[in-house]
């Protein structure tokens, strides 16, 4: 099936064309570790989760790369400022790879309650410091480079003489001088558009490293130009992450990559578009800042409820990635409801009965789910498509339309693959149930002992036994009863 | 309290003392991640485990640093042959670091299944090159290595003339020499004691980097100095690993970090012991190699049945760590009994009455099982108490012994505290009981059916009325009910 991508170079939808097929090299912008995991991370995780299993479902071989930067990313994004790790490191008063590890973590957990696949590879800023230096020593052989004062700085203005500052963005690189506030002459840069590729670090910096230029740490932009290169070669197929990064961050890349490697090493751009909150911004000043677990728990403000992961997952799916997505308590109440009657609709499945024909054409539902996914991962259509078919299980069920074993097998088998495997939504709906299991145990019980206060002994033994039967073993006491799981 | 470890450096007990209380900094090896995760790596991370619980139970600060070695660690654990890794990505023909990163996350499932805490910072060796090159000039200017041929080898016997190579392990170096069957000259190295630092790259060697003495990648043992230095400092308070590490790996890392540093870096030393199956040492050669996962699913022709991840870690709790541990399908389903029969006495302990006195002494469970957790992690003697303590409160709860409600909260607060906080288990009986609750809900939807046929309808609408309070909703049907969560 043709698969297009709405690619951010050309503003366009195109065909997805491999560059060695079977074969598909992903690289997604992952998290800067150095707060809890929050709703801006959980778009591009869920967004670029949902290309990785579509992908795979299209029998593609894909190598995903999500890095996580847990160095070298200042204040502000900006090349002057403190690290952001090494802040909350410093105001937590640990090491700052402590810092890291503990966010990492959270995120890491948070993604499994999403159900994002974890990717192939999950490489760490830190941990490519030597691929980094040999990249800024291409970079600097190459011309596009200089050394000032122990730092080096990418020449965006050489750079931009022979290719383009600005193609992905379509930013102009003369606006954004006249723009800039920073005043020439009074930093180590020559010009006020050129960023950091190596930085020297100050005497109360803790993350520094051995360079030839001096000890120091990577600017934030490199690390995606050299992880990429190192774990999917000097040109791989797609590269994702939220539009927020499009410039500085992935312009800053294109321009790595472009003076190190002397052509563009990205083919397809991906930008999800933004979340906001009752129509805002989300911001820490603004006091709409929501962490996944706010989400999960209901504590914040903000929220009249707890969410559970899937409906998140599924009221982002809702929309399509490029839109804006608002999340309100309407809006996520709906997509809960949404998302219930969808899942009970796959249940409802097994209690359908036959017939020796099919008023219905199961077809379609397969058909057109993956036509909309691979329409640039029209995730909304696709889910309108699914629940045209709740409409029709339902009618199945209750006997108002027929269908046939082979046919309800079919339609049971595209079900799952699309709302399972390729949307990774999961039914979550009987996994905590604890307090129902001693609910439902009570009540068996109480039936027992009216049953008992009557004489009526032959129901009492019968519960008595099948309770046994199911592992739950009943204690009479002079006061009542204890029952215990075996 | 005081807290008595096993230094193995000098074969016996001594008086734990931190060099910067509260401040605790641990080390322990970690997986080399070419395979899945198997009972040689629940011992150490469970013991290991057990320690940074009792620590934090004591107060302190614990920096638990637990690596991961994704490069450098070659077959037979010499300083020839293949990486384990890089042989797996051939056999496998992937990438090494998709290798690495698929065991990495199986291994971190593993622990979370075995109720192991994630480390405070888990390190890759591929991650700190840049680290290992530093320690390797210091150790060249400081006189105890040499290059050869690209390559950069520890000097073993200048290094012994000085110091003492062998004194963890007990090992001689001129016996080791004369053991050897490496011929001098054979090799790039001088002698046949010495070890790899960095090994130069062979062409088809694809794990590599560059260094100020070739292309290549660093020997298995240098990245434990490298980042226990790192993230612990040039002296750190414990350093912990499996018995087979000790020589040659551990007894290396001392020789790198004392050539380096000019002094020891590790101040106590424990090794916990080796498991055997079925008294036979566990190898993959022998058959009877065994996968964690294959325990947890009993899919292993050695296995009886699948044995619960907590049956597993109680298994390994009831030894003392230093003791070998031999695994049976006997020994496994002994244990099984016991964790249950402790896990339902805690359980029992929520039915318990108060009385108006004490017949029983609640301040014996919590004293004398941290006296034996701090006697050099003596869990097999807590566990022991702690049984004394399940006969208790089955007798209170029989009404054979009277316990006060501040003893009981007292004597509740120090069992969960020992069970769950410090030994770690967990009570998984409730946790998958999807069957559970459709029995449940079925045996009552019968029993209402039942009294629908006698036209008892008020205890039909009670029932039905009572299942919906609880989130089950019933539909009558003509031909029985359906009922679904809400």
Redesign the interface.
């Known amino acids: 099936m043709d698969f297009k991508i709405y690619n951010t170079l050309d503003r366009k939808k195109e065909l997805f064309v491999p560059l060695n097929p079977p074969f598909v090299g992903l690289y997604v912008c992952g998290p800067t570790v150095y707060g809890d995991p929050h709703l801006g991370h959980a778009r591009p995780a869920i967004t670029f989760d949902l290309l990785f299993r579509l992908l795979q479902n299209l029998n593609y071989k894909v190598?995903y790369v999500r890095n996580i930067t847990d160095v070298g990313h200042l204040e502000n994004d900006s090349d002057e400022g403190e690290d952001k790790v090494a802040k909350k490191a410093r105001l937590e008063q640990l090491?700052p790879?402590?810092v890291a590890?503990?966010y990492i973590?959270r995120y890491r957990d948070a993604m499994k309650y999403l159900n994002v696949l974890?990717?192939?590879?999950?490489?760490?800023a830190?941990?490519?410091?030597?691929?980094q230096?040999?990249m800024i020593k291409v970079i600097l052989e190459n011309g596009y480079a200089y050394e000032s004062n122990g730092s080096v700085y990418f020449d965006v203005e050489k750079y931009n003489r022979k290719f383009h500052y600005g193609k992905l963005s379509g930013r102009v690189l003369e606006e954004m001088i006249a723009a800039s506030r920073d005043l020439d002459g009074q930093s180590d840069k020559r010009h006020s558009a050129d960023f950091a590729l190596w930085k020297k670090a100050s005497p109360e910096h803790i993350m520094r490293?051995?360079s030839p230029w001096s000890v120091g740490f990577p600017g934030w932009h490199l690390e995606c130009s050299a992880m990429s290169t190192k774990?999917l070669g000097e040109q791989f197929d797609i590269h994702g992450g939220g539009m927020d990064l499009m410039f500085p961050h992935h312009e800053c890349e294109i321009a790595q990559s472009t003076a190190a490697l002397k052509h563009e090493s990205v083919r397809y751009w991906m930008h999800n578009n933004m979340i906001t909150i009752n129509g805002q911004k989300m911001g820490k000043s603004l006091g709409n800042f929501i962490t996944l677990e706010e989400l999960f728990t209901g504590n914040h403000k903000l929220l009249e409820k707890a969410y559970a992961p899937m409906t998140i997952r599924f009221f982002i799916l809702q929309a399509h990635y490029r839109s804006t997505l608002d999340f309100s308590n309407e809006a996520l109440s709906a997509a809960e409801k949404g998302l219930d009657r969808l899942l009970?609709a796959v249940?409802t499945l097994k209690?359908i009965k036959p017939s020796s024909e099919s008023t219905v054409d199961v077809s379609s539902l397969k058909k057109e789910c993956m036509e909309a996914l691979c329409d640039d991962l029209n995730s909304p259509i696709a889910i309108a498509q699914l629940f045209e078919w709740v409409r029709i299980i339902n009618q199945l069920h209750e006997g108002e339309q027929k269908i046939t074993q082979e046919d309800l097998d079919k339609l049971s088998n595209d079900m799952h693959e699309i709302v399972f495997d390729i949307l990774g939504l999961r039914d979550d709906?009987?996994?905590d149930?604890?307090n129902?299991?001693s609910?439902?145990?009570d009540?068996?019980l109480n039936?027992r002992l009216d049953a008992k206060s009557k004489k009526d002994w032959a129901t009492s033994d019968k519960?008595r036994n099948?309770?046994q039967n199911?592992?739950?073993v009943v204690k009479d006491r002079k006061d009542g009863y204890?029952w215990?799981?075996e």
């Open positions: 190598r090491e790879m402590e590890q503990y973590n974890p990717p192939s590879i999950e490489p760490q830190s941990g490519h410091i030597i691929e230096i040999e490293w051995n774990y009970k249940s209690k709906s009987i996994a149930n604890q129902l299991v609910g439902l145990v009540m068996i039936i519960i099948e309770l199911m592992g739950v204890d215990e799981l």
